[in-house]
Nanobody, 124 residues
Framework: VQLQASGGGLVQAGDSLRLSCAAS????????VGWFRQAPGKEREFVAA????????NYADSVKGRFTISRDNAKNTVYLEMNSLKPEDTAVYYC??????????????????WGQGTLVTVSS
């Protein structure tokens, strides 16, 4: 499975941005796709996940109500709509694909496939 992330950029606090993660290859093994982020000097953290075939979603508390994850099955693409962005959202964002069945949280911290990162910078 190959994952191609895109959509990062420089925005101001309060702005919105949409990230995309296009999946290709043997996507039949995918159970969920998630977004993680890593800020400079910090550990990578989970942001959001969506089941690959169902409608389940999961969000980190820090982004609930501001970020929305969605999926376009026809395009094999997962989106992360980010609203009301804050400077603390600044990070490299990575999409990842899980191949295990993970109830409730949908994705582990060690999903099998990773895309390249896309940088999101939020200025104050």
């Amino acid at each position: 499975v190959q994952l191609q992330a895109s959509g990062g950029g420089l925005v101001q606090a309060g702005d919105s941005l949409r990230l995309s993660c296009a999946a290709s290859g043997r996507t039949v093994v995918v159970t969920a796709v998630g977004w993680f982020r890593q800020a400079p000097g910090k550990e990578r953290e989970f942001v959001a996940a969506i089941s690959w075939r169902g409608g389940s979603t999961n969000y980190a508390d820090s982004v609930k109500g501001r970020f929305t994850i969605s999926r376009d099955n026809a395009k094999n693409t997962v989106y992360l709509e980010m609203n009301s962005l804050k400077p603390e959202d600044t990070a490299v964002y990575y999409c990842a694909a899980e191949t295990r069945l993970v109830p409730n949280v949908l994705i582990t911290n060690t999903p099998r496939y990773w895309g390249q990162g896309t940088l999101v910078t939020v200025s104050s």
